[in-house]
């Protein structure tokens, strides 16, 4: 049974910086490229981003370059999402999945608020 399970969420002020997790189950991580998603209230989910079993990243939205990025450690079937400078605009639920076509299971996400 596949499960993903996010973490590191919360509530931040602008230009603060958080660290995301993903701890990945029922699947092979290792051969996968995971991504990271988000949906902020009232909107689509959207890709942020995607790396590969390689460890390349690409950051697929334009408002989150040059300030987030993603690492994973394959031995630890763990994603990971390192946010900085963050701003109110990126208050959202994150999630992780397989990229860039999800699977259908999907965690229950991180609930990320940036308010000051």
């Known amino acids: 049974q596949v499960q993903l399970v996010e973490s590191g969420g919360g509530l931040v002020h602008p230009g603060d910086s958080l660290r995301l997790s993903c701890i990945v189950s029922?699947?092979?991580?290792?051969?996968?490229?995971m991504g990271w998603y988000r949906q902020a209230p009232g909107k689509q989910r959207e890709l942020i981003g995607l790396?590969?079993?390689?460890?390349?990243?690409?950051i697929s939205s334009h408002s989150v370059r040059e300030r987030f990025t993603l690492s994973r450690d394959n031995a630890k079937d763990t994603l990971y999402l390192h946010m900085s400078d963050l701003k109110p605009e990126d208050t959202a639920v994150y999630f992780c999945?397989?990229?860039?076509?999800?699977?259908?299971?999907w965690g229950q996400g991180t609930q990320v608020t940036v308010s000051s």
């Open positions: 999945n397989k990229a860039p076509i999800p699977l259908d299971s």
């Open positions: 029922g699947f092979s991580f290792n051969d996968k490229t």
């Open positions: 790396i590969s079993p390689g460890h390349i990243a690409t």
